[in-house]
């Protein structure tokens, strides 16, 4: 299945239908009075998060939903028949933004989760409705209300524990395939992973998600390369693993270049806690590896450590890190969100 994480839709709610004009005229029913009934409801546009899907590819051949009209009113005080919802089905992550790109309009991020789009319109009354001790043969109906359309974008950032970031052949993909069930495409060339990558990653009887995205390269922010569109999915994630190749003639340029490129896409990013990771530490030796840590700490990083998907050097405690940052973050968003009353201890 092919991996698309943007789309752009058109979504239209039902008109409700309109209310009816009509009087009894049975023989054996004197001033019968109005019996129209009223129009019925137009169908609404729902967004559902539902499980089992990664892309929107679904919204690349169909880009128009538009829910049924409601159906008229009739005599005998029947009313009309309320038009279908129409239910876009969505993966969880996906942001629905309004036509300019610029308003959050829903952010599905729970299985089942559902919000109207575009609701239906009302149904018109009928002339019954009407019907009073001073007006007791009223000919007036309403038409119903219009529906609502409007273009909406749907936006997938995929949810994940911890991102891996760097420059292409930075060793993202061997990385994943080693800590992981995933098997992303691993070559001696750039740009071989071409769309974003889920892998469970399982430390001590844990679990979390990594997510790889394509590599990044200078001015990504400004369209080259493959641009920092990716980056979106890294932006919900806990904690960022930036591979640094060991091997490369700049390692410190890059690992600079990647700051750069994160802190002009969000600032937000940019400031999202770190860990980097000196690849391919088993083509280097021990004087190699304390020189380029040294260098990466002088420039601004952190927390450096040196490690190597091939022999498995330092990855054990490597994801034992990640997890427990992921952990803490957990624990500490939860508390924001459910706060102890003061009362408690």
């Known amino acids: 299945m092919k991996f698309l994480d943007q789309a752009k839709v058109y979504i239209q709610s039902g008109n409700g239908g309109p209310g009816c004009v009509s009087f009894r005229r049975e023989a054996h029913v004197p001033r019968g009075g109005p019996d ?76 089942g989760q559902r919000i109207t789009l575009a609701q239906g319109g009302d149904g018109g009354r009928g002339n019954a409705a009407f019907k009073s001790s ?21 936006r997938l950032k995929l ?34 992973t071409l769309h974003p990558g889920l892998g469970v ?22 369209g080259v390369g493959l641009g920092h569109r990716f980056l979106g999915h890294v932006e919900r994630c806990q904690v960022l693993l930036h591979l640094v190749d060991g091997t490369a003639d700049d390692p410190v340029g890059n690992w600079q270049t990647i700051r750069r490129e994160l802190s002009a896409y969000d600032d937000d990013l940019g400031e999202k806690q770190e860990i980097t990771a000196i690849s391919k530490a088993d083509s280097l030796d ?6 380029l840590t040294a260098d990466l700490k002088a420039a601004g990083a952190d927390d450096v450590q040196a490690i190597s998907a091939v022999s498995g050097q330092g990855m054990t405690d490597l994801l034992r890190q990640l997890y427990s940052i992921i952990v803490e973050n957990r624990a500490e968003a939860e508390e924001r969100e459910n706060p102890t009353p003061p009362w408690q201890p």
């Open 201 to 222: 990653v399982g430390v001590d009887d844990h679990e979390f998600v990594l997510a790889d995205i394509p590599g990044l390269v200078e001015g990504a922010h400004e």
């Open 36 to 111: 129209g009934g009223d129009g019925g409801r137009g169908g609404s546009v729902i967004a559902e998060c539902v499980q089992g899907l990664n892309t929107l590819i679904d919204y690349r051949y169909q880009q128009h939903f538009k829910a049924p009209s409601g159906r008229p009113g009739a005599g005998r005080n029947r009313a009309g028949l309320s038009g279908g919802d129409v239910t876009l089905k969505l993966p969880v992550g996906t942001q629905i933004l309004n036509e300019d790109g610029d308003l959050v309009l829903a952010d599905l991020t729970e299985i």
């Open 134 to 154: 001073t007006n007791q043969a009223p000919r007036r109906a309403d038409k119903g209300f219009p529906g609502m359309g409007m273009w909406v974008w749907l």
């Open 286 to 291: 021990e004087e190699r590896i304390a020189s």
């Open 159 to 192: 949810i994940a524990d911890a991102g891996l970031v760097g420059l292409p052949n930075a060793g993202k993909s061997t990385f994943l395939a080693a800590t992981s069930a995933a098997r992303p495409k691993i070559a001696d060339y750039p740009f071989t």
